[in-house]
């Protein structure tokens, strides 16, 4: 991993760096501030009203604890420095929001993850994790953005007529340390999928930024329009954000045990369980917009219904085997979207996890096939009831969530769950092509 500090990005004429940000609402933010300025005070002063704006307008939440007047400090992360291929003369980073004694603001999403890694690390355990990002590409056209082709799953045809755009989105994200390990075509016109390898989890939601960041860029670059909104077409699979995740201990992946009937280890039954018991509150943060709620549906292979399974795409919870004598070696959570904030999502998933481990919660059996082709009494004796199927619910299911409240902070959780509320008012009515038009710029 190549490792960057102010100094030596000043000696690669580097002027400007994108000190950036992921607010409540998951919109990447930042400003690009000059390097000698950095390197004479890597504080760059944040108005606290930053943190409270909407994702249609830069009006604050006024209601919620978030303060509309005073400032805060976004403290430059030089560890998450990278050059930007796309942008000579720039770079970017990322940091935690500081209050004027250097301490953690309580609404830093950056902040409230690394307490969840800390507490895990508290249970000698570790977590590595990666997002597999799926975007759609755009042509525009006189009668507005086309999809650039409708060809099937896994077409070769669609890596061949998009090479030198995919090709470009690669070689920039290599260029910014992040190892792409696959490159697909998806199922909905214009969709690809990019892969990457796993890390440690700040890294991982700091990665998963930085690949929106490069994606948008990159099409931009060749004349094209990326976004990553859950659902651009009503007939066609939208775009996830699934989350693959495995438990070390010392050095060594712990997310399987051979000793275990069903391959997975104990730590890994427990934290799988905390998970599903919290998913209904979960949904809130990880798909969390009114769009992501169209994806979420039976029949999408996103996770509809709460439960796990082998190789079973159709759930929330899903454990990729290999060939014998392998165990498991990752964990899938299928039930995330590019609309939620990385540091958020991640968070819950950690905080949930823990209270099952804490309880040692038990994992129920696994569904063993597309929750679709079982009938309501079969489904129900495995515990997989329908998830939550709008944002409104959901939010009702987080509102009542004490260990999502005690893990953010009840002035994190209560901003949070306001900002939130104000945006079903706004949407919960439109259609789908105005709730496309009105978030497709900001995903």
């Known amino acids: 991993m190549v490792h960057h500090d102010l100094n030596s990005l000043a000696q690669q004429n580097i002027e400007m760096v994108r000190l950036l940000w992921c607010d409540l609402v998951g919109i990447t933010r930042g400003i690009a501030h000059r390097i000698d300025g950095l390197q004479a005070s890597p504080w760059a002063p944040f108005a606290t009203v930053e943190m409270a704006l909407g994702v249609m307008v830069d009006q604050p939440k006024l209601d919620c604890p978030i303060p509309t007047t005073g400032q805060v400090f976004l403290h ?89 755009v995919l090709e470009a989105m690669r070689a920039a994200l290599t260029v910014q340390d992040i190892k792409v390990l696959g490159l697909l075509a998806e199922s909905a016109s214009g969709q690809h999928e990019v892969v990457i390898e796993h890390s440690d989890l700040l890294q991982a939601a700091d990665q998963q930024l930085v690949v929106r960041e490069t994606v948008h860029a990159i099409a931009h670059q060749h004349g094209m329009v990326a976004s990553f909104l859950p659902v651009l077409f009503s007939e066609e699979g939208g775009n996830g954000s699934h989350v693959h995740f495995s438990l070390w201990r010392d050095g060594v992946n712990v997310t399987g045990d051979p000793e275990s009937a069903s391959g997975l280890s ?100 696994p569904v063993p096939t597309f929750p679709e082709a079982m009938s309501s009494e079969d489904l129900k004796a495995l515990g997989a009831v329908r998830l939550p199927d709008s944002l409104a619910k959901s939010l009702n299911h987080f509102e009542e969530n004490r260990v999502f409240a005690k893990a953010m902070g009840d002035d994190l959780f209560e901003s949070y769950l306001g900002i939130k509320r104000d945006e079903v008012k706004m949407f919960s009515s439109l259609s789908l092509e105005d709730e496309i038009e009105c978030l497709l710029d900001r995903h």
């Not at 291929?85 to 993850?113: I, K, M, V």
């Open 266 to 365: 104990s730590w890994t039954q427990h934290f799988m369980a905390g998970v599903l018991r919290h998913l209904p509150s979960m949904l809130a943060v990880t798909t969390p917009t009114t769009n992501s709620f169209r994806r979420l549906q039976p029949g999408h292979w996103s996770g509809a219904f709460q439960g796990w399974g082998f190789n079973n795409r159709g759930m929330p919870l899903r454990v990729p085997t290999q060939p014998a004598p392998k165990l498991p070696s990752n964990i899938e959570f299928k039930s995330c979207d590019a609309t939620a904030n990385p540091y958020l999502a991640l968070g819950v998933l950690l905080a949930a996890g823990m209270n099952g481990l804490e309880e040692s919660s038990v994992l129920g059996k």
């Open 76 to 164: 430059l992360d030089e560890s998450s420095l990278r050059v930007l291929p796309y942008a000579p003369g720039h770079a970017s980073a990322y940091g935690n929001l500081l209050d004027e004694n250097a301490q953690p603001w309580q609404f830093c999403p950056r902040t409230f993850l690394q307490r969840q890694v800390e507490r895990l690390g508290q249970m000698g355990l570790q977590m590595q994790a990666a997002f597999e990002s799926e975007f759609v590409l755009f042509t525009p056209t006189e009668e507005g953005l086309s999809p650039t082709d409708h060809h099937s799953y896994a077409s070769v045809q669609s890596l061949n007529m998009k090479y030198a």
